[in-house]
């Protein structure tokens, strides 16, 4: 069922150590600096709807654990599956298969399980820091390396003796943990901003729904309270009482319409990718952005979603940017705006609508004509005013995240190969954060 957590001193690997000459490190391959690894083979164990976490392949991207899709094993299968063995907190997770060589540490939040396609490495305690081990995993040179001798075209895999059998420049340990920290200390501040837009989004998501969908300000007003978190200015603007209309109770004095009183879609334009040249404006596809151009469509903030491919998916950009004929873009927000456009969206299922076939096709004039509630302007730009600092601060965040990860990429390989030390890179650090 699976693999011992194997004590690889008893394994009997032979060391294959040189010494890099400018640096004066060590190095090995990673076998020689394992004190574990555990591996689980065999069968997939049957899912559960709840009960113990499982990590796969699929959740372990871009140097963390995504727990946004997360599947679970029961309690009994959870006993019978760890017998001989369990991963323990800041072990190294690597994945073995589709994709390979993501890597990531293994959480400390609560219990879980790991299978097939995914091991995890435990460096000796006095030779390997796990982070710094996660670092040379990361490293895009090593991670090349693995893919190199990948085998299968539709599914690659790697060994696990591909994995352990990589060779690593290997300094002294305050110093791997020295290293470790720049970099962590840089990625922990990526992933706060991550947190931080999360918290923000939903936020703004929640008002969206108290104000348009649940109407809570109403149903505030009806019973003489002021509404929670809403100055009386604001208050002033919703009525206290509602009436019947064809999609049920709405607030009085609010009217029903088409989804085209609110906004107008367009069709993106062509831009074929000989075509394109790299510049500032973002290029906007039915999955997202797709590159950049030097030139742009339309004035931002705006919002696009996909009208072929792929649908389902808003985008707000804050940027002028080029949307794509993949997609539709807002054209004209006659009675929105553009956050709240972007929620007015998102609540919609445009899966439902698809008009093609093989290929997933949105019709914008079915969209137009679906019925909505139609509130005041003055709420809504209000709501637009309340909510955009917000998505302001979301912008800013990103943009320092992306900054710091281009730090960190071009620290990552200098300092592991000894280019840039310590000292010098404290310096960056403390220049960025």
Known sequence: MCDSVKKLPNLNFSSTASVDSSTGWNRKPIKDLLEAIIDY???TPPKSLFGI???TAANVKNGRIDLSSISYVSQ???DRWITRG???PGDVIITTEAPVGEVASFPDDQTYLITRRVMALR??????????LKYSLLYSGNRDRLLAVARGSTVPRVLKTDITGLEIAV???SEQKAIAHILGTIDDKIELNREMNQTLEAMARAIFKSWFVDFDPVRAKMEARLPAGMDAATAELF????????LGMIPNGWRIGRLDDLLVLQRGFDLPTSQRVPGKFPVIAASGASGTHAEYKVKGPGVATGRSGLLGKVFFVHEDFWPLNTSLWVKEFKNSRPIHAYHL???LEFETFNAGSAVPTLNRNHIHSLPEIIPPISIVEVFEDLVIPMFRKCRANEKQSATLASIRDTLLPKLLSGEIRVKEAEKVLEAVT
Do not use: M
């Open 345 to 347: 969206l998102s609540k």
């Open 171 to 173: 300094p002294p340990l």
């Open 239 to 246: 009525p206290s009482e509602f009436e019947e209309s064809a």
């Open 41 to 43: 083979r065999g069968k």
């Open 86 to 88: 369990l991963p323990k």
């Open 76 to 78: 009994e299968t959870y």
């Open 123 to 132: 460096g000796k305690s006095n030779e390997l820091d796990n982070n710094f």
């Open 53 to 55: 976490p499982t990590l």
